[in-house]
């Protein structure tokens, strides 16, 4: 069973450029969470989506947005990118919302380094 | 608001001894936790939940946790540590109301020969 894949790895971009970054869901699930890590904030919850819906957000502003496709695949973007946008950002699925009850199964990641 | 505490943020052991990373929660229902392991460049894996039901948790690689309401804690545990249990552990609350789940600080596991 394929796991989740984020895509890319990693990314260089400049102060004021926007980026979007891909995540494929396990097979099967329906729901897709989005997580920004850093050293100073640790984990913070962006969004979720569930079967193509934006079921809940964070507290991020509004240039951080996502969608989902009908396959459930994911895709956030960020616009107009600061540096304190640096940082690893993880996608985890869940056959249930949330992953309340049977927890996630994160990617890798994506590393965004913004300069 | 749910929230988790991880009481120490780094934590060291040799190898061949008993784990102890502590975790603290605060939840207004029913808390569903969760330990997940955070390897150098790797997204988080989870370790073992708990939802309802028997108290004492077991988990992959030999780890197991307890949940106790009383002190509202769930602290992860582990006999003997390898070298490969060197990594990142967090533990996580679910909300089911706001539809993710809030993780603690994180704990980093240093396992010394």
């Known amino acids: 069973k394929a796991g989740v894949t984020q895509t890319p790895r990693y990314l260089i971009k400049t102060r004021g450029q926007q980026v979007t970054l891909s995540c494929s869901p396990i097979?099967?699930?329906?729901?897709v969470s989005w997580y920004q890590q850093t050293p100073g904030q640790g984990l913070q919850f962006l969004f979720e989506?569930?079967?193509?819906?934006?079921?809940n957000k964070g507290n991020f502003p509004g240039r951080f947005s996502g969608r989902q496709f009908s396959n459930s695949r994911s895709e956030m973007n960020v616009s107009t990118l600061e540096l304190g946008d640096s940082a690893l950002y993880l996608c985890?699925?869940?056959?249930?919302?949330?992953?309340?009850?049977?927890?996630?199964?994160f990617g890798s990641g994506t590393r965004l380094t913004v300069v | 608001a749910q929230s988790v505490t991880q009481l120490g943020s780094h934590v060291s052991v040799s190898e061949g001894a008993l784990v102890l990373l502590r975790c603290n929660y605060s939840?207004?229902?029913?808390?569903?936790l969760f330990w997940y392991v955070q390897y150098p460049n790797q997204g988080l894996q989870l370790l073992l939940k708990?939802?309802?039901?028997?108290?004492l948790v077991k988990g992959i690689n030999g780890f197991e946790a307890e949940f106790k309401k009383s002190e509202t804690s769930f602290h992860l545990t582990k006999p003997s540590a390898h070298m490969s249990d060197a990594a990142e552990y967090f533990c996580?609350?679910?909300?089911?109301?706001?539809?993710?789940?809030?993780f603690g600080d994180g704990t980093t596991l240093t396992v010394k020969p």
């Open positions: 985890a699925s869940s056959p249930d919302p949330g992953g309340h009850r049977w927890g996630y199964t």
């Open positions: 097979s099967g699930h329906r729901s």
């Open positions: 989506y569930f079967s193509e819906t934006q079921r």
């Open positions: 939840s207004s229902v029913p808390p569903y």
């Open positions: 708990y939802t309802t039901g028997a108290t």
């Open positions: 996580a609350v679910s909300d089911p109301n706001a539809g993710k789940s809030t």
